[in-house]
Protein backbone atom coordinates (compact mmCIF):
# COMPACT_ATOMS: atom_id res chain seq x y z
CA UNK A 1 0.00 0.00 0.00
CA UNK A 2 1.36 3.82 -0.62
CA UNK A 3 0.57 7.12 -0.23
CA UNK A 4 1.78 10.19 -1.98
CA UNK A 5 2.21 13.68 -0.45
CA UNK A 6 2.28 16.51 -2.31
CA UNK A 7 3.49 20.02 -0.61
CA UNK A 8 3.08 22.68 -3.14
CA UNK A 9 3.55 26.28 -2.97
CA UNK A 10 1.45 28.88 -2.69
CA UNK A 11 3.07 30.58 -5.59
CA UNK A 12 3.00 27.94 -8.45
CA UNK A 13 6.11 29.01 -9.42
CA UNK A 14 8.11 27.54 -7.03
CA UNK A 15 9.34 24.29 -6.80
CA UNK A 16 7.10 22.00 -4.13
CA UNK A 17 8.20 18.56 -2.47
CA UNK A 18 6.95 14.50 -3.55
CA UNK A 19 7.36 12.28 -0.77
CA UNK A 20 6.39 8.75 -1.41
CA UNK A 21 5.16 6.55 1.80
CA UNK A 22 4.65 2.95 1.78
CA UNK A 23 2.39 1.04 5.00
CA UNK A 24 4.29 -1.33 6.76
CA UNK A 25 2.67 -3.93 8.58
CA UNK A 26 5.22 -4.78 11.27
CA UNK A 27 4.97 -1.30 11.98
CA UNK A 28 1.36 -0.38 11.36
CA UNK A 29 2.60 2.69 10.03
CA UNK A 30 3.37 4.86 7.02
CA UNK A 31 7.13 4.88 6.43
CA UNK A 32 8.96 7.75 4.55
CA UNK A 33 10.85 6.36 1.66
CA UNK A 34 11.37 9.06 -0.84
CA UNK A 35 11.76 12.75 -1.38
CA UNK A 36 11.89 14.68 -4.71
CA UNK A 37 11.32 18.48 -5.94
CA UNK A 38 7.83 19.19 -7.64
CA UNK A 39 6.17 21.41 -9.51
CA UNK A 40 2.09 21.97 -10.10
CA UNK A 41 2.30 24.71 -11.88
CA UNK A 42 -0.12 25.02 -14.84
CA UNK A 43 0.14 27.62 -17.95
CA UNK A 44 -3.75 28.52 -17.47
CA UNK A 45 -3.64 30.57 -13.98
CA UNK A 46 -5.31 29.27 -11.04
CA UNK A 47 -6.64 25.84 -10.54
CA UNK A 48 -10.50 26.59 -11.83
CA UNK A 49 -9.31 27.44 -15.23
CA UNK A 50 -8.33 25.02 -17.45
CA UNK A 51 -4.60 23.90 -17.85
CA UNK A 52 -4.52 26.27 -14.87
CA UNK A 53 -2.79 24.77 -11.75
CA UNK A 54 -3.00 21.79 -10.04
CA UNK A 55 -6.12 21.31 -7.32
CA UNK A 56 -5.14 20.52 -4.16
CA UNK A 57 -7.24 17.69 -2.48
CA UNK A 58 -7.39 13.59 -2.85
CA UNK A 59 -6.57 11.75 -5.19
CA UNK A 60 -6.76 8.15 -6.10
CA UNK A 61 -3.59 7.17 -8.28
CA UNK A 62 -2.85 4.39 -10.61
CA UNK A 63 0.27 3.39 -12.53
CA UNK A 64 -0.05 3.33 -15.95
CA UNK A 65 2.73 3.20 -19.21
CA UNK A 66 4.81 6.08 -20.43
CA UNK A 67 3.97 8.76 -21.99
CA UNK A 68 6.58 9.20 -24.62
CA UNK A 69 9.05 7.96 -26.62
CA UNK A 70 12.28 10.10 -25.31
CA UNK A 71 12.94 12.19 -21.77
CA UNK A 72 12.45 15.58 -23.45
CA UNK A 73 8.93 14.07 -24.50
CA UNK A 74 6.54 15.91 -22.28
CA UNK A 75 5.04 13.14 -20.13
CA UNK A 76 8.44 11.71 -20.14
CA UNK A 77 9.52 8.07 -21.19
CA UNK A 78 8.67 6.35 -17.69
CA UNK A 79 5.75 5.27 -16.22
CA UNK A 80 3.06 7.78 -14.90
CA UNK A 81 0.92 7.77 -12.06
CA UNK A 82 -3.19 8.63 -13.34
CA UNK A 83 -5.32 10.65 -10.92
CA UNK A 84 -8.80 10.57 -10.52
CA UNK A 85 -10.50 13.11 -8.05
CA UNK A 86 -11.84 11.72 -4.64
CA UNK A 87 -12.26 15.34 -2.51
CA UNK A 88 -11.37 19.17 -2.06
CA UNK A 89 -10.67 21.11 -4.90
CA UNK A 90 -9.35 18.26 -6.67
CA UNK A 91 -12.98 17.11 -7.04
CA UNK A 92 -14.53 20.49 -7.68
CA UNK A 93 -11.95 20.51 -10.04
CA UNK A 94 -13.04 17.67 -12.17
CA UNK A 95 -16.73 17.31 -11.10
CA UNK A 96 -18.03 22.04 -11.94
CA UNK A 97 -15.17 22.83 -13.39
CA UNK A 98 -14.51 19.35 -15.90
CA UNK A 99 -11.12 19.75 -15.77
CA UNK A 100 -9.61 15.74 -16.02
CA UNK A 101 -6.44 14.15 -16.71
CA UNK A 102 -3.77 14.51 -13.97
CA UNK A 103 -1.37 12.44 -13.19
CA UNK A 104 1.95 12.22 -12.07
CA UNK A 105 5.22 12.37 -14.48
CA UNK A 106 8.82 13.36 -15.96
CA UNK A 107 9.62 14.70 -18.81
CA UNK A 108 11.72 17.65 -20.84
CA UNK A 109 14.45 17.13 -19.28
CA UNK A 110 16.77 19.41 -21.54
CA UNK A 111 14.60 22.16 -20.21
CA UNK A 112 15.38 21.20 -16.57
CA UNK A 113 16.27 23.42 -13.73
CA UNK A 114 13.59 24.27 -12.90
CA UNK A 115 11.04 22.30 -14.12
CA UNK A 116 8.78 22.71 -16.75
CA UNK A 117 4.76 23.85 -16.31
CA UNK A 118 2.30 21.85 -17.15
CA UNK A 119 -1.62 21.70 -18.15
CA UNK A 120 -1.88 20.90 -14.08
CA UNK A 121 -0.47 17.47 -13.88
CA UNK A 122 2.18 17.52 -11.09
CA UNK A 123 5.81 16.84 -12.65
CA UNK A 124 8.86 15.27 -11.56
CA UNK A 125 12.58 15.42 -12.92
CA UNK A 126 13.01 12.70 -15.45
CA UNK A 127 15.47 10.91 -13.17
CA UNK A 128 12.84 10.55 -10.11
CA UNK A 129 10.17 8.60 -11.61
CA UNK A 130 12.17 5.41 -11.41
CA UNK A 131 12.78 5.92 -7.89
CA UNK A 132 9.51 6.96 -7.17
CA UNK A 133 7.92 3.83 -8.78
CA UNK A 134 10.31 1.48 -6.89
CA UNK A 135 8.20 1.98 -3.90
CA UNK A 136 5.12 2.08 -5.61
CA UNK A 137 4.17 -1.72 -4.01
CA UNK A 138 0.35 -2.17 -6.12
CA UNK A 139 -0.58 -0.69 -9.00
CA UNK A 140 -3.15 1.83 -6.98
CA UNK A 141 -2.68 4.00 -4.13
CA UNK A 142 -3.43 7.78 -2.51
CA UNK A 143 -2.07 11.00 -3.13
CA UNK A 144 -2.58 14.10 -1.54
CA UNK A 145 -1.87 17.61 -3.02
CA UNK A 146 -1.67 20.32 -0.14
CA UNK A 147 -0.34 24.10 -0.40
CA UNK A 148 1.74 26.27 1.84
Not at 27 to 46: A, E, M, R, T, V
Not at 134 to 141: A, H
Request: one cysteine or more; a negative charge; proline letters at 5%.
Amino acid sequence: MWQIIISLKQDRTQEGVLTVWTYSASLNKFIQQYSCPCLGHGDGGDWTHINGDTPTGGWNGTIIGPGGTSPNDSLGVQNRIDLSSSYGNAYTAEHTYERSGFQIHGGRRNLEPPLYLTHGCIRVYEEDMPIIQQYLDDISGTVRVDES
